[in-house]
């Protein structure tokens, strides 16, 4: 049974920092998609970043690019997502997805196409 997990979520101030993690199980960790998402009220669901497990090239979206960091520790099946120099902008629940990779690229699965989801875990920036 697949399981995602985010954890570290907060509230900070404006240009602060905070890293959330993603603890994931239940799937071989190297094959798969995965990304994070967030959602603010009244807004659509955004990709954050996109990736695959099992290494290569991360997309970003544009309005986190060099602020935002992913990484992730195959043997503890655990990923984070560093976040720096935080705007109000960036306030939104933030979640962890994964979907089989299945031959896809990863940088183009649209957030419909992730099959599990965490429970989210909230992020407040403060002006």
């Known amino acids: 049974q697949v399981q995602l997990e985010e954890s570290g979520g907060g509230s900070v101030q404006a240009g602060g920092s905070l890293r959330i993690s993603c603890a994931a199980s239940?799937?071989?960790?190297?094959?798969?998609?995965m990304g994070w998402f967030r959602q603010a009220p009244g807004k659509e669901r955004e990709g954050v970043v996109k990736f695959f497990t099992g290494g290569g090239i991360e997309n970003y979206a544009d309005s986190v690019k060099g602020r935002f960091t992913i990484s992730r520790d195959k043997d503890k099946k655990m990923v984070y997502l560093q976040m720096n120099s935080l705007k109000p902008a960036d306030t939104a629940m933030y979640y962890c997805?994964?979907?089989?990779?299945?031959?896809?690229?990863?940088?183009?699965?649209?957030?419909?196409?992730?099959?599990?989801w965490g429970p989210g875990t909230q992020v407040t920036v403060s002006s």
């Open positions: 997805a994964a979907a089989p990779l299945n031959g896809r690229l990863c940088r183009l699965l649209e957030s419909m196409e992730y099959t599990y």
């Open positions: 239940g799937f071989h960790f190297s094959s798969y998609c």
